[in-house]
């Protein structure tokens, strides 16, 4: 029983390490404003132009409630950060003059943390041996993504989710870290054999059929 609480009491003081390293608002809360992700994409150059178009159902400003830090994250600017991922990592890589020939859209985004891959591990006390837990936790980005061509019929979806842990545990630092693998995949599984737009549906409204973020 006192090896129990003093797990659990171990458990309270990681989390609250958590909270002060995170960065903190006035109330308490994690504050991530304004991210500049930088993200290496491999692939190889193309000759098309691309534009990025984020739809109605991104969210500039918005509170992820947060129970794995005991505390909500306050987000500030996601749409100028997902702009500056755009540019930093997929904009290089195409053509730079000329009428945009395909546009990259994100439809919806949302964050969540989690600490599924913690795990248990013996470590050596003054009680002698004990089972501790290794809090590890991720930060997961679900995305919507559609490729469209230049008459603005839809030619690629790519709807799924990255994961990233930082070893210093810090929101800020996660979140770029997910929008960063966030465009590595969509460039991955759109942007690598871009098809042409025959045969392709319309495209939805910008904001007909998302799921709230």
């Given amino acids: 029983m006192q090896t129990t609480r003093r797990l659990s009491r171990f458990r309270i003081f990681l989390v609250s390490l ?18 500049v992700p930088s993200p290496r994409i491999n692939m190889e ?12 159902g991104i969210r500039n400003d918005f509170v992820v409630h947060d129970e794995v830090y005991a505390s909500d994250m306050e987000v500030y600017g996601w749409r100028k950060s997902l702009e500056a991922a755009f540019d930093n990592g997929i ?7 000329g009428t945009p020939s395909i546009t990259l859209q994100l439809a919806r985004t949302e964050l969540f943390f989690d600490d ?3 795990a248990s591990a013996i470590a050596t006390t003054t ?19 559609f490729l469209l061509d230049e008459q603005g019929n839809r ?18 630092d996660m979140v770029r870290g997910a929008v960063e693998r966030m465009y590595g995949q969509i ?10 737009s025959g045969g392709s549906e319309p495209a939805p409204a910008e904001s007909a059929q998302l799921a709230p973020n």
């Fill in 127 to 145: 009680h002698g041996a004990a089972n501790v837990q290794a809090i590890r936790i991720a930060c997961n980005l679900q995305y919507q993504a």
């Fill in 91 to 97: 904009k290089p890589l195409f053509a730079a003059a």
């Fill in 116 to 118: 599924s891959d913690s």
């Fill in 187 to 196: 460039a991955k599984n759109l942007l690598t054999s871009i098809p042409t």
């Fill in 18 to 35: 958590l909270l002060l390293s995170s960065g903190s608002a006035c109330n308490g809360n994690a504050v991530v404003r304004d991210l």
């Fill in 155 to 172: 030619i690629g979806t790519d709807i799924g989710e990255v994961r990233y842990a930082s070893g210093n545990w810090g929101r800020e």
């Fill in 45 to 56: 150059s193309r000759p098309e132009r691309v534009q990025l178009q984020l739809t109605d």
